[in-house]
């Protein structure tokens, strides 16, 4: 089994920034993909960065510019850098990790984390 723990979280002001982190421990086989979503209140959860073993990178639109994705493979450890923060950031940010635990007849599934607030003030 895949466990995926987040931290980083926290009250930062607008302008600021946070470094969110992810590290996946358990029976792991193999990693595909890393990414971080978001939900804010009254919202659906949406994404936010992704990146696959190939270092290709998918950001969306609204945080394009400002928050960067990278990896620690030997650490399996995903990051998420946040710069010029927005009140509109202002979500849970939940890490997402593709992979295949080493006892599963299945091929790569997907796992999250349990969430860590980010709240930015005006």
């Known amino acids: 089994q895949v466990e995926l723990v987040e931290s980083g979280g926290g009250l930062v002001q607008a302008g600021g920034s946070l470094r969110l982190s992810c590290a996946a421990s358990?029976?792991?086989?193999?990693?595909?993909?890393m990414g971080w979503y978001r939900q804010a209140p009254g919202k659906q959860r949406e994404l936010v960065a992704t990146?696959?073993?190939?270092?290709?990178?998918n950001y969306a639109e609204s945080v394009k510019g400002r928050f960067t994705i990278s990896t620690d493979n030997a650490k399996k450890t995903v990051y998420l850098e946040m710069n010029i923060l927005k009140p509109e950031d202002t979500a849970v940010y939940y890490c997402?990790?593709?992979?295949?635990?080493?006892?599963?007849?299945?091929?790569?599934?997907?796992?999250w984390g349990k969430g860590t607030l980010v709240t930015v003030s005006s």
């Open positions: 997402n990790v593709w992979a295949k635990p080493l006892t599963s007849i299945f091929n790569a599934m997907s796992y």
């Open positions: 990146i696959n073993n190939g270092g290709i990178t």
């Open positions: 358990g029976s792991i086989f193999r990693i595909d993909t």
